[in-house]
C-alpha cells in the first residue's frame, strides 16, 4: 500500500500513484498549446467477491447502486468500463490526490498474525485520459490503471479465522484467477483467455494481453520465516515476464471504437460529417481527419 499510494512527494517515500499523476498532469501542461485534456478517476476494491465503489458517497450499502463491469468490446470507449460507477473528472494534481485520500480511507484493512495492517482487498484505480487536437479535433485516449493486489497467504501462518479465513479464501481464488489468465496469456496463440472466470481478471482485462502494457511488481519479505512466500511470489513474477504486448498499431477493435468516438465529436458539433472528413487511421488507431 505504501509504495503504491504514498502521498508524500519527498523521494524516495513518494507512491507510483502521485509520481504518475504528476507525470500526466506535467505532460498535459507541455502539451496544452496543441491540445485540450481531460483526466478522469475510479477507484474500486473487490472484497470478499464484491465490487465496491470508493468513490461512492453513499452512507449505506443498500443506497449504493449495483456495479457491472463491462469488458471494451461492449463500450463505446472501447475500454472496461463499471456500469453506474462514479468516474470523477480531475482538473489538476492535488484534485486527484484529495479523491485518492478520500477513496483510501473507505478500503478494507484488518490485522492478521503476518500483517499488522493488510489488506483485505484488491485496489484497482484508473485514469483515463483523453486529448484534443485544438486543429484537427482528432481524439486520442489512454487509460492507467494501478492495481494493489492483496497478498496471498496460508491460513496456518496467519491464523485468519472467521471472517478473515473467508477474506482469504476470496483473495486466493481470485489471485489464481489471476495466475489462469496469466498462464493462457503465455501458453501460445489460439488459446481461450479466461477473464471473465472472475470479476478482479475482468477488471482488469484490457490491462493485461492485447495492446496493454503491463508491469508487475512483487514485494517480497527477507526473512526466512516467509521464504515459501517469498519463493512462490518470485514464480509468479517469473510467469508473468512471458506475457506479450502485441506491438505496433491498435487492433480492428480498438480503431473501431476510436471512429465512433470520432463521429459522436462530429455529431456534437451539429450535422453529418463533411465528405472525406475521417476516412483513415495512422498510428496507434487514432482518427485522422484529412485536410481540405
Known amino acids: 500500500r505504501q509504495s503504491l499510494v504514498s502521498q508524500d512527494l519527498v523521494l524516495p517515500l513518494a507512491g507510483i500513484a502521485p509520481r504518475a499523476a504528476v507525470e500526466v498532469f506535467s505532460l498535459l501542461e507541455e502539451r496544452s498549446a496543441l491540445v485540450d485534456g481531460v483526466v478522469e478517476l475510479s477507484m474500486y476494491e473487490l472484497y470478499c467477491d464484491n465490487l465496491i465503489d470508493l468513490l461512492q458517497e453513499a452512507k449505506n450499502d443498500t443506497d ?20 453506474n460507477g462514479v468516474v470523477k473528472r480531475v482538473k489538476c494534481f492535488q484534485e486527484l490526490m484529495t479523491l485518492m485520500d478520500r477513496g483510501m480511507q473507505h478500503r478494507s484493512t484488518h490485522s492478521t498474525k503476518m500483517n499488522a495492517v493488510s489488506s483485505r482487498s484488491h485496489l484497482v484505480m484508473s485514469m483515463v485520459i483523453r486529448t484534443t487536437n485544438r486543429r484537427s479535433g482528432a481524439l486520442v485516449q489512454g487509460k492507467l ?3 494493489d493486489l492483496a497478498g496471498s497467504e496460508r491460513v496456518d501462518k496467519s491464523g485468519a479465522e472467521g471472517q478473515r ?28 483467455i479466461p477473464y471473465r472466470n472472475h470479476t478482479l481478471t475482468t477488471l482488469m482485462s484490457d490491462s493485461l494481453g492485447g495492446t496493454a502494457k503491463t508491469v508487475m511488481m512483487v514485494c517480497c519479505s527477507p526473512a526466512d520465516y516467509n521464504v515459501n512466500e517469498s519463493v512462490n511470489s518470485l514464480a509468479f513474477a517469473s510467469r508473468c515476464k512471458g506475457v506479450k504486448s502485441v506491438k505496433g498499431a491498435a487492433g480492428a477493435g480498438q480503431q473501431v471504437q476510436m471512429l465512433r468516438m470520432e463521429l459522436a465529436r462530429l455529431k456534437k458539433e451539429g450535422g453529418p460529417a463533411k465528405k472525406g472528413a475521417m476516412v483513415k487511421t495512422r498510428g496507434r488507431g487514432v482518427p485522422t481527419p484529412r485536410r481540405r
Not at 449504493?64 to 468500463?81: C, D, F, I, N, Y
Not at 483473495?171 to 489471476?178: E, H, Y
Request: hydrophobic fraction near 40%; proline fraction near 2%.
Open 64 to 83: 449504493r447502486p449495483k456495479l457491472q463491469v463491462k469488458m471494451a468490446e461492449h463500450t463505446e470507449s472501447g475500454l472496461v468500463e463499471v456500469e
Open 145 to 147: 490503471t494501478l492495481v
Open 165 to 192: 479465513l473467508k477474506e482469504a479464501a476470496s483473495i486466493n481464488k481470485s489471485l489464481s484467477a489471476i495466475g489462469d489468465v496469466v498462464g493462457a496469456l503465455t501458453s501460445g496463440k489460439g488459446k481461450h
